[in-house]
């Protein structure tokens, strides 16, 4: 077990600057989750598993956290269980972020489409998939088990390592699902790789038992295309009380981001109340 600190680094400026993925397969995946004691366990920052000694060891200084060897038989040697919640990416095109409907039989994959046609390759490629055109139908049949679940992929380098090769998360989640698609059509208007901010948010909500029930989900924004530089974070002080302790404040944000680069302020853990 080893432990890390957050690293310092600096943001590309432009598409050019961009180095080359090392290898097409991804180095590493972002999860929201792990197994404990045989059971499921939701965590509130991210973890990342890997191959790779390096990618292990460079993620845990880029985001803080901890290095862990895994007693696993597949590909993942390595976890860190990370600092932070919020992560600054980069997706290259809308070809990196895909949504697919699955559906598992006894027979194994029994259906396989994007919504409009399928994606399977038994013959069926191209074809209409006789799913509903609603979001809200395909998910209420999905909850009964009538219908395809979601899975969404999503493809990225992280922003201040961009040269270390490309990361997969996946999710399940019919909310992130239905949010990316407008995150696709802003990457398709600029024809640029864009910065994007991947986070886990506590949500809140009424389950059919009518009882509150809390629980973290992954979110995706759009944040800039590449050539226009990672904007400045909007700093709110009006909590600050007087003017004076406002204008302190700020001093001392503007001296955090120069020692951070034009990243801004470092990833923070959110806390799910």
């Known amino acids: 077990m080893t432990n890390r600190q957050p690293r310092r680094l600096h943001l590309p400026r432009s ?25 499921p366990e939701a965590l509130k920052s991210w973890r990342i598993t890997t191959p790779h000694t390096m990618v292990a060891d460079s ?15 597949g590909d993942d040697v390595f ?11 980069v997706v290259d095109a809308p070809s990196a972020i895909t949504t697919e409907l ?15 046609v399928f994606l399977s390759t038994d013959g069926r490629a191209g074809s209409p998939c006789g799913c509903p055109a609603s979001h809200a139908e395909r998910r209420a049949m999905a909850r009964v088990g009538q219908g395809p679940q979601v899975y969404t992929a999503t493809r990225f380098r992280l ?29 398709g208007r600029t ?37 226009t ?4 974070p909007r700093i709110n002080t009006g909590h600050l009380g007087s003017e004076a302790a406002r204008t302190a404040w700020r001093a001392v944000v503007r001296a955090f981001q120069h020692l951070r680069g034009p ?10 109340r």
């Open 79 to 89: 976890e860190v269980l990370t600092d932070a919640a919020e992560v600054d990416i």
């Open 159 to 187: 922003a201040m390592l961009p040269g270390i090769g490309s990361f997969l998360h996946e999710s399940l989640s019919w909310e992130l699902a239905e949010e990316v698609s407008d995150i696709r059509d802003a990457l």
């Open 59 to 73: 993620t845990a200084q880029l985001l803080g956290g901890t290095v862990h060897s895994l007693a696993s038989s």
């Open 229 to 232: 530089g990672w904007p400045r």
């Open 102 to 116: 699955k559906l598992w039989g006894r027979q194994g994959l029994a259906h396989h489409c994007d919504g409009s």
């Open 263 to 272: 990243a801004g302020v470092r990833p923070v853990p959110i806390v799910c």
């Open 15 to 39: 598409p050019d600057a961009l180095p080359a993925l090392p290898d097409p397969a991804p180095v590493g995946r972002f999860r929201s989750g792990r197994m404990a004691d045989a059971l």
């Open 191 to 227: 024809g640029l790789p864009a910065y994007l901010r991947l986070k886990l948010a506590c949500t809140k909500f009424s389950n059919s038992a009518g009882v509150r029930v809390a629980r973290q989900r992954p979110i995706l924004e759009f944040v800039a295309p590449i050539a």
